[in-house]
């Protein structure tokens, strides 16, 4: 008898699964979670460049130490990007603002977080120096635009 209801219950559950595709659901759920995490990925670095610009127009003051480790933390974050961006996001339901040439060109759009890291590390070679800071807070400024200019819907 328990067999039986067994049996049963898993009738409706693969009946279920006919009507709903389960991989598609899941589908969903992992490229939404893929999308999540590149955003908050790109919030950390956007988190850090609201910093050290508060900084820089003498809005706030920071010790030397965090202004690097800001500027750090956008380097380490701009190495992780490439594995983070890296699945394509199809079935996703959450709002992205990446166009899908970031895998049509996935190289080009792969090798300028290098470039990135390059210039947050000279940004934070840079603190202590606040005119040099300015020139390496632009150059890696540019570094975001160019892409963002490039890879995101409006
Ligand atoms: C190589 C390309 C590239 C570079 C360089 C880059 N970004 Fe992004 N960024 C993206 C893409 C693509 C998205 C869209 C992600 C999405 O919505 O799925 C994005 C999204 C963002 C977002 C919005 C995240 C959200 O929650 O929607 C912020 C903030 C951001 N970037 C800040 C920065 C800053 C600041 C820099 C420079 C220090 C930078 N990015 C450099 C590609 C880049």
Not at 5 to 27: E, R
Not at 80 to 100: C, H, N
Not at 112 to 124: D, G, I, K, Y
Request: proline residues 5%.
């Amino acid at each position: 008898m328990k067999k039986l209801l067994f049996a049963g219950l898993l009738g409706t559950i693969i009946t279920a699964g006919a009507t709903f595709p389960m991989t598609a659901q899941a589908d969903e759920a992992s490229d939404n979670a893929a999308v999540e995490n590149r955003k908050m990925l790109m919030d950390g670095i956007g988190g850090a460049m609201g910093t050290l610009g508060c900084y820089m127009k003498g809005e706030c003051t920071l010790p030397d130490p965090v202004l690097a480790n800001l500027a750090k933390g956008i380097a380490f974050s701009a190495g992780a990007a490439p594995a983070a961006f890296e699945p394509q996001t199809p079935d996703a339901t959450v709002k992205t603002t990446a166009t899908a040439d970031v895998w049509t060109d996935w190289d080009d759009f792969a090798g300028r977080f290098p470039e990135l890291q390059t210039a947050a590390l000279a940004l934070a070679d840079a603190v202590g120096d606040k005119g040099a800071m300015g020139a390496a807070m632009g150059n890696l400024g540019k570094n975001c635009k160019a892409c963002h200019d490039e890879f995101r819907t409006k």
